[in-house]
């Protein structure tokens, strides 16, 4: 039974480098892991913002200074499918902002505008007249993208929201 005699102590320190190579691993997973749920929230805050700027939208009328169509030059690119917003150190193409919330002496019911600093957060809404379907000479309504974003690791990201308020005197 001379052949029997258990680890050599090489064996063992090359099972323990296999284990630490592969606890190593699992601690990098939990960092990445970690990254993604902060994103995540961010997304989640950044989209419930956007949510309640689109729903204080929907409760002004047609015709609230804050949804004429400010700047035509962002129309082709409502929702900033070139990522504008994403660029940082650029002041991206909008009809409104943070500023323009309470546009005209109105009320604005919304998240006030010192809470969404404190975590970077920025709102924007663009604004285009919709089609004439039924070709009476009057747009259908107003196209609405609400977009919110904030810094991290050093560039923007954003959320969009896309809305439509129904011109009232031209329901179809």
Do not use: C
Not at 12 to 18: E, K, L
Not at 30 to 42: C, D, F, I, L, T
């Amino acid at each position: 039974m001379r052949g029997r005699r258990g680890f050599t102590l090489i064996e063992a320190m090359v099972a323990m480098s296999i284990l630490l190579v592969g606890a190593l691993g699992m601690m990098a997973l939990h960092g990445v892991g970690m990254r993604m749920n902060s994103e995540a929230r961010e997304v989640m805050r950044a989209a419930a913002i956007a949510s309640d700027v689109l729903g204080q939208i929907n409760g002004w009328e047609y015709d609230d200074p804050r949804l004429a169509n400010a700047n035509t030059a962002n129309d082709g690119d409502l929702a900033d499918g070139a990522l504008a917003f994403e660029a940082y150190g650029s002041t991206p193409p909008f009809d409104f902002d943070e500023a323009s919330l309470a546009l005209g002496g109105r009320d604005w019911n919304g998240i006030p505008t010192a809470q969404l600093a404190v975590g970077g957060f920025e709102r924007f809404w663009n604004v285009s007249e919709a089609d004439d379907a039924n070709a009476n000479g009057l747009p259908d309504g107003r196209r609405v993208a609400v977009l919110v974003r904030w810094l991290a690791g050093g560039r923007y990201h954003r959320v969009v929201l896309l809305g439509f308020k129904v011109n009232p005197v031209d329901r179809l």
